[in-house]
């Protein structure tokens, strides 16, 4: 299980070598994605808290990432942190997600974005509930939902 510790060192030394990669620039991601999505994913936009019905949507599946389908939080994980955004306690896979500090905004925190084709998903934070004490904060837009069968 991955704790704040560990992912402040990640964010310091570096992440988890990814299992592959997927670049493309921003022209083709824009070509690619609508707009709303484009500008949170590639552009570290943040949508309007509560402005997804995901919030509070727990029936079993995997969120993947919106832009190249990695897997990236299972369900199982997701918790309501009444937040007004999607909120998961682990990853689907310690290497799916990579973590850098983010000093914007006169704060320091750690973002989180896609390990895959590094897509910004939001920010992690260590004021999670047991048993990791971790909460995954997404925007929902970054994610899509497969439902289990
Ligand atoms: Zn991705």
Redesign the pocket.
């Known amino acids: 299980m991955l704790t704040w510790q560990t992912i402040l060192k990640l964010a310091k030394e570096g992440n988890h070598p990814a299992k592959k990669k ?1 670049t493309k620039s921003e022209r083709e991601w824009q070509a690619l994605l609508p707009e709303d999505v484009f500008r949170i ?1 590639r552009l570290k936009g943040t949508e309007r808290p509560f402005s997804s019905q995901a919030c509070t949507v727990f029936t079993p599946g995997e969120y ?7 897997l ?1 939080f299972d369900a199982n994980e997701k918790f309501d942190s009444r937040s007004g955004w999607p909120s998961f306690t682990q990853p689907a896979e310690v290497e799916a997600i990579a973590y850098l500090a983010d000093h914007s905004h006169g704060m320091t925190r750690v973002e989180i ?7 910004h998903l939001g920010h992690v934070f260590p004021d999670g509930p047991p048993s990791s004490g971790l909460r995954y904060c997404v925007n929902a837009l970054s994610l899509v939902k497969n439902e289990s069968e």
Do not use: E
């Not at 993947?64 to 990695?70: F, G, I, K, R, S």
């Not at 974005?113 to 897509?119: G, I, L, Q």
């Open positions: 997927v994913t993947h990432c919106v832009c190249c389908n990695t990236l974005v896609c390990n895959v084709c590094d897509a």
